[in-house]
T-cell receptor, first 115, second 111 residues
Framework: GAGVSQSPSNKVTEKGKDVELRCDPI?????LYWYRQSLGQGLEFLIY????????KSGLPSDRFSAERTGGSVSTLTIQRTQQEDSAVYLC?????????????FGPGTRLTVT | DAKTTQPPSMDCAEGRAANLPCNHS???????VYWYRQIHSQGPQYIIH???NNETNEMASLIITEDRKSSTLILPHATLRDTAVYYC????????????FGSGTKLNVKP
């Protein structure tokens, strides 16, 4: 079946501009995660959505970052007034979150470059 | 997450078994051990997970010690396409949304 998809695959933007990154999770998965990965670094947790519950935003690095998940499916990560340090690969993952099953299925990522 | 410790890199000859160790000495009784890998320029890929018993699937085997303080991921016949960073993760039982991927082990499969 279809996996997690993300768009765009690459985004180049000027410092100070706003960007929106999209994630389409696997159909039926109740949990959705956003991570970012800077060059040569590990994954950094950003935000987590579970069903209709309030999202866990504890990983968002600043108030310039926000995310929504509409209808329990598609999610958009928005970065306002982008800075050069925001340059990274932004990864989305979804999970069925059945009992004891924490498997996360990742999308290919969006490579963001802030010039 | 329970802290995990992995060697930064390992080499393996193509066609041989790759054995990747992970220490998780602070693991709690009901916390699972998960393994993911990340091939260059791709998103992480789930490999396998286990609690107490050894597990096997089409990708790999997972051997967990009886005291659960360490585990080994085994790729029985490594190929060049298995070159990747392998992450051992032990998510907290009631905070499982926050996977900590750490630095992982860079496995280099050589011809």
């Amino acid at each position: 079946g279809a996996g997690v998809s993300q768009s765009p695959s690459n985004k180049v933007t000027e410092k100070g501009k706003d960007v929106e990154l999209r994630c389409d999770p696997i159909s039926g998965h109740t949990a959705l995660y956003w991570y970012r990965q800077s060059l040569g670094q590990g994954l950094e947790f950003l935000i987590y959505f579970q069903g209709n519950s309030a999202p866990d935003k504890s990983g968002l690095p600043s108030d310039r970052f926000s995310a929504e998940r509409t209808g329990g499916s598609v999610s958009t990560l928005t970065i306002q007034r982008t800075q050069q340090e925001d340059s990274a690969v932004y990864l989305c993952a979804s999970s069925p979150t059945t009992s004891g099953n924490y498997e996360q299925y990742f999308g290919p990522g969006t490579r963001l470059t802030v010039t | 997450d329970a802290k995990t410790t992995q060697p930064p890199s390992m080499d393996c000859a193509e066609g041989r078994a790759a054995n990747l160790p992970c220490n998780h000495s602070t693991i709690s009784g009901n916390e699972y051990v998960y393994w993911y890998r990340q091939i260059h320029s791709q998103g992480p890929q789930y490999i396998i997970h286990g609690l107490k018993n050894n597990e096997t699937n089409e990708m790999a085997s997972l051997i967990i010690t009886e005291d659960r303080k360490s585990s080994t991921l085994i790729l029985p016949h490594a190929t060049l396409r298995d070159t990747a960073v392998y992450y051992c993760i032990v998510p907290q039982l009631y905070n499982f949304n926050k996977f900590y991927f750490g630095s992982g082990t860079k496995l280099n499969v050589k011809p």
